[in-house]
Nanobody, 119 residues
Framework: VQLQASGGGLVQPGGSLRLSCVAS????????MGWYRQAPGKQRELVAS???????NYADSVKGRFSLSRDNAKNTVYLQMNSLKPEDTAVYYC??????????????WGQGTLVTVSS
């Protein structure tokens, strides 16, 4: 099983970006999916998560600006980021709580994608 994240880049303050993360491999089912981020010199923090039923949870710092969704048929989670601020600059990591076809359950992580918000 592996997660592949994409969509990071450089954007001006107030701009938007959309991150994607697709899970592939010997997957039986996926429970929670979501994104963490880690800014330079700071601890990794949860940005947003979504259950397989579609219930979402957001960090207070991104509520109203970020929107998380998933496509269960494609094993993909999307993070739409609007009204970006310089303090959103970080490496963003996707994760998935996956039940494999061998009935083992693990948290998997993507490779990280850099989001830089700067003028």
């Amino acid at each position: 099983v592996q997660l592949q994240a994409s969509g990071g880049g450089l954007v001006q303050p107030g701009g938007s970006l959309r991150l994607s993360c697709v899970a592939s491999g010997s997957i039986f089912s996926i429970n929670d999916m979501g994104w963490y981020r880690q800014a330079p010199g700071k601890q990794r923090e949860l940005v947003a998560s979504i259950t397989n039923g579609g219930s979402t949870n957001y960090a207070d710092s991104v509520k109203g600006r970020f929107s998380l969704s998933r496509d269960n048929a494609k094993n993909t989670v999307y993070l739409q980021m609007n009204s970006l601020k310089p303090e959103d600059t970080a490496v963003y990591y996707c994760y998935s709580d996956i039940l494999r076809t061998d009935w083992r359950r693990y948290d998997y992580w993507g490779q990280g994608t850099l989001v830089t918000v700067s003028s």
